[in-house]
């Protein structure tokens, strides 16, 4: 409804809706308007978080020493800085945790992610020990899945206004499959392979996340002849990877009939392999971002 009613607010909606997504299934609480105060101290942190901490932008990065340094000295204003969105950080964490705890005591609880783990602690009666890793995980939920999500939607808006014909086709395929009587869902996926392949083709097009997280080797590695010693920090370049022209042929073009008819190199060509990093995890970013572009492409066509 915000898009029909303000269409030039599309970057605004398009955020609430993500927010909103993720808070309802992960915290169980559901977001009424932009002003929510939830979503209000929870993206404060996470800028806080990405201004002041980039990995490697500091230096007590480059001078691990510097942190048992007093804040007081001269030039520590980074530190003093740090500590003060600790306070704000620490608050997004707990607040919205302790809002779920309150409402699974009093019966009340809405069904999400959190409110599951915490009746199953309570129920095993060791929720003091498991309180530390339920608030962790959930609140990196939160700020995995926003932003990525956020990019991946706004970059499906953007080829779909630059590309009519992928948005005629994938409209057309909608109508046909889906109707006017109703609004797809996630059961809906496996009769729209074009929209699958639509939502492929975003994130491929404009990676999320182009350098995916840091990773950190464990022991020595050999990568096409490079030496790579253990203990290092290394960054995929996953841009590079979704734009090979060994692998796309015409990487640049926004064309989603690449995944039509998929080769023996599926998994090495399917994007979703790609985009979210890689390693032994499941990436929040992967799952929020795949279920609520699916649903808003679905769901915005026949708009």
Request: hydrophobic share 40%; aromatic share 8%; with cysteine.
């Amino acid at each position: 409804m915000g898009l029909i009613h303000e269409p030039h607010d599309f970057a605004k909606h398009v955020k609430r809706y993500i927010s909103a997504l993720i808070m309802d299934s992960v915290y169980g609480h559901r977001v009424m308007s932009s002003d929510d105060p939830y979503i209000h101290i929870m993206d404060l942190a996470m800028e806080l978080t990405t201004a002041l901490s980039p990995a490697g932008g500091t230096v007590v990065d480059f001078f691990p020493i510097l942190k048992h340094i007093p804040t007081w000295l001269p030039g520590m204003s980074w530190k003093r800085k740090a500590e003060d969105a600790k306070i704000i950080v620490m608050d997004a964490r707990l607040r919205p945790y302790h809002m779920a705890r309150d409402a699974v005591a009093a019966g009340c609880a809405r069904p999400s992610i959190i409110s599951g783990l915490i009746e199953d602690a309570m129920k095993q009666g060791n929720l003091p020990e498991e309180q530390a890793d339920i608030i962790n995980g959930c609140s990196v939920l939160y700020g995995a899945g926003t932003d990525t999500t956020k990019t991946s939607l706004l970059t499906f808006i953007l080829a779909m206004v630059l590309h009519s014909d992928v948005y005629q086709k994938a409209q057309d395929e909608v109508d046909r499959v889906i109707g006017s009587d109703r609004l797809p869902t996630l059961a809906d996926r496996d009769d729209l392979p074009y929209v699958q392949c639509v939502l492929k083709e975003v994130y491929r097009w404009n990676p999320p996340v182009p350098l995916g997280i840091p990773h950190y080797l464990t022991e020595d590695d050999d990568y096409q002849g490079f030496d790579i010693p253990g203990d290092t920090g290394v960054v995929a370049n996953l841009w590079s990877m979704s734009h090979s022209e060994e692998v796309y042929g015409d990487p640049d073009v926004f064309r989603p009939e690449r995944f039509l008819h998929p080769n023996e190199d599926t998994d090495i060509a399917d994007p979703v392999n790609i985009v979210f990093g890689h390693g032994r995890r499941i990436c929040p970013g992967r799952v929020f971002a795949d279920t609520a572009i699916f649903l808003a492409i679905s769901n915005i066509m026949p708009l």
